[in-house]
């Protein structure tokens, strides 16, 4: 079966986490990624986080599907090197600081005229153009700057980050997304183009509609904490064993049965029940009503008791629970993966599931540089030639 990206060529210049995050998903359905790490300084998130037997963890996850090599590009040996790999690839992925890339004579201009088919990935903190340009910008900054963390949180507590890249993550799915654009709209004109990608724009374009409701009525988005200002009951309630449940109820017609569930129907007759601004305006109450509920209860039997009644809930999991939930079993949504030095690996599958053209983790990340004779040899370097280039640094 023949994967919907196969024969697409991927340069993967970019480091920790958005970037290679992007380059990942395009690698899952088949293209193929080559992963250019530095002689000496590789990919940081190669030492992130939890490593087993000094095997970084993260790594094995951003690096999958990748081929890996080491590669100077500031020398201007290694820039030519790069030069020789674009030629026929399709696209590049980078996320160096605004200006790097030009000044290594690597920029838009330099890397069409060698290849005018290149679809050129730039993802920065802040954007290629503009005052903030060439600042350092990581995706706790975006988490920051994007209104993210002035609205995450409790209402008395202090603006809220998320324990974990959420800003790169999203970034990457939109930086795969815009690639694909870029190389349909290829399919039309023959010619590839730029793509310029700041991590404080998409996180922002998933808040929903905030800079609207201020632009119109001047309303800011507070912090709610697990509350929302347009439904309720909405929040998390803890259990008689500990465990907590997740509640929604977005729709009016899941609020009414969870009141009835847990015993309050006559708030249901309550006029300011019929919308969900209304319902959020007596948020304590509605939680108090449920929250006692639930309180009686081991979690296993609020979630059968909310599934009979057809309302919406939810364990609040942590890793062992998805690990053993069959939902995520039935999916197939965590993937043994073969790994070369950590024998088997454990992992997210690829987020969704095509039905012809289905994506797959065909290995976790390599060892760095591990394909970097197998790459240059391919353009035709001889062993005398890479063994040299080994020699100044420049591989």
């Not at 009525?217 to 009951?233: E, H, K, T, W």
């Not at 591990?370 to 640094?393: H, I, K, P, S």
Request: proline fraction near 7%; aromatic fraction near 6%; charged fraction near 20%.
């Amino acid at each position: 079966m023949t994967a919907p990206l196969d024969g697409v060529k991927v340069v993967d210049l970019a480091t920790l986490f958005a970037g290679p995050l992007a380059a990942a998903f395009l690698g899952d359905f088949g293209a193929d990624v080559i992963k250019v790490e530095h002689p000496v300084k590789p990919d940081p998130s190669r030492g992130h986080g939890p490593a087993r037997d000094g095997v970084g963890l993260w790594w094995k996850v951003l690096g999958r599907n990748k081929r890996t090599v080491t590669l100077n590009l500031s020398d201007p040996d290694g820039a030519a090197l790069l030069l020789r790999l674009l030629a026929d690839a399709d696209v590049l992925v980078e996320n160096f600081r605004p200006g790097t890339l030009e000044r290594w004579g690597l920029g838009p201009a330099e890397l069409h005229a060698v290849n005018p088919r290149l679809v050129i990935t730039r993802i920065s903190g802040f954007g290629q153009v503009g005052p903030y340009a060439r600042r350092p910008g990581f995706g706790t900054l975006a988490e920051a700057m994007s209104g993210f963390a002035a609205a995450t949180g409790e209402p008395d507590g202090p603006p809220t980050l998320p324990p974990f890249g959420l800003a790169d993550s999203v970034t990457a799915l939109a930086a795969a997304y815009a690639v694909m654009l870029a190389l349909r709209a290829r399919d039309v004109t023959g010619t590839g183009q730029v793509v310029d990608l700041a991590i404080i724009e998409p996180i922002m374009a998933m808040l929903g509609p905030q800079i609207t409701w201020y632009d119109q009525i001047g309303y800011v988005q507070p912090r709610l904490g697990n509350r929302s200002n347009n439904n309720a009951p909405r929040n998390t309630y803890r259990c008689a064993d500990g465990r907590w449940v997740a509640v929604s109820t977005s729709a009016q017609s899941i609020a009414e049965r969870v009141l009835r569930l847990v015993g309050r129907p006559e708030l249901v007759d309550e006029p300011w029940f019929a919308t969900g601004s209304g319902r959020a305006a007596h948020a304590d109450e509605l939680d108090a009503a449920v929250g006692a509920w639930v309180a009686q209860r081991d979690r296993d039997e609020v979630v059968a008791a909310f599934e009979e009644a057809q309302a919406a809930v939810a364990p609040v999991y942590d890793v062992r629970d998805i690990l053993a939930d069959p939902q995520y079993a039935a999916l197939g949504t965590v993937r043994t993966v073969p790994d070369e030095e950590l024998g088997e690996v454990r992992m997210q599958n690829v987020p969704f599931r095509l039905t012809e053209t289905p994506g797959e983790i065909r290995h976790a990340g390599r060892r760095h540089g591990q394909d970097t004779d197998t790459v240059f040899g391919a353009l035709g370097l001889t062993d005398e030639e890479l063994a040299a280039l080994r020699e100044r640094g420049v591989l």
